[in-house]
């Protein structure tokens, strides 16, 4: 197994160009920078650093290790100063806005783990432009939003967006439609949808409609939009009707009713990036924020891994 102590010589031999300089940098002694470095050599089966009387350089393997290593480091002092600033807050409140679908499916399980941490959530369901505007007025401490597309999320610059995990958009059909049987959809099959009714969100600023608008503006045609609502269930059950079709997230699979089928687009802008906003100083996110980026991530992964979906 790796010992830290392995990587921060390598790290030092790498910023200073020698092994003396390294172990000055780091406060040991020349043997015991060398120790650790020929213990990570004998480890990984080849040298990473190789040596002149000009100094020591990093070898090929070694600028790998560098690399990989650095975040390892990273990662490590991240640890404790999560884990330190935890425990000096002691019990911690945020108020977390997320988006009523991702809702419904992730929330029990984020509040869950973070609970287990001592931190309570007051949890505030709206869509997305709404959530901005809570982040950047300060009235939420994070939210989980998403963009799509090139169209980027009008957030203050003091707000700072961590990826949590990238959805694809299923275009959602019902299942007598003359197109339900092609398997996946380009965009010129998409734009075969042209004569449609579309179900669309209701509130303003979704970027995922107004992709959709902006494909069939290139070919000029003008979408009818005769349902708009923001309940996905609701979307589904008009579709499985026949009153049209929609893009969902993938999230909605294993609700899709009888009725409606569920087809993958082969277009990367028709995929939304859900991102944990957050007002952050010049460290970044506070740590229960962190926390609460990870909950997010690993909910998702049991949703994944439960429902054979995913989010």
């Known amino acids: 197994m790796i010992d830290l102590r392995q990587l921060q010589a390598l790290s030092a031999v790498a910023a200073e160009g020698s092994v003396a300089r390294a172990a000055a940098r780091l406060g040991w002694s020349q043997p015991t920078v060398d120790y650790h470095l020929k213990n990570l050599d004998r480890l990984v089966g080849t040298e990473l ?12 393997a070694g600028l790998l290790m560098l690399e990989r290593g650095e975040e390892i480091l990273g990662l490590a002092d991240r640890t404790l100063t999560d884990v330190r600033d935890l425990a000096e807050l002691g019990h911690v409140r945020l108020r977390f806005g997320i988006f ?16 287990e941490l001592g ?22 401490d994070a939210a ?6 090139s169209y980027a999320l009008p957030l203050r610059s003091e707000v700072h967006t961590t990826h949590v995990f990238t959805d694809p958009m299923l275009l959602a059909l019902p299942a007598h439609h003359e197109l339900a049987n092609i398997e996946e959809f380009d965009t010129a099959t998409l734009l075969q949808l042209g ?35 923001d309940d996905y269930a609701v979307v589904l059950g008009l579709i499985a ?12 699979r294993s609700s899709a009713p009888e009725g409606v089928v569920l087809r993958p687009i082969a277009d990367d802008r028709f995929t939304r990036e859900l991102l944990l906003a957050a007002p952050a100083g010049p460290a970044g996110p506070s740590a229960a924020v962190r926390q609460l980026a990870e909950a997010v991530r690993r909910s998702i992964s049991a949703l994944d891994s439960k429902h054979t979906v995913q989010v």
């Open 100 to 115: 009523p679908t991702a809702a419904a499916r992730i929330l029990p399980g984020i509040a869950t783990r973070l609970s």
């Open 144 to 149: 989980l939003v998403y963009a799509a597309g």
């Open 241 to 252: 009707a026949n009153m049209g079709v929609a893009l969902v997230p993938s999230l909605m």
């Open 119 to 140: 931190i309570e959530l007051d949890a505030t369901l709206a869509e997305v432009m709404p959530l901005v505007g809570g982040v950047n007025q300060h009235t939420l």
């Open 49 to 60: 650093t190789a040596r002149s009387s000009r100094g020591s350089r990093l070898t090929n």
């Open 195 to 229: 004569s449609a009714n579309w179900v669309m969100g209701s509130t303003p600023g979704d970027t995922l409609d107004d992709l959709v608008r902006e494909l069939f503006d290139e070919t000029r045609v003008k979408l009818n939009v005769p349902v708009r609502t």
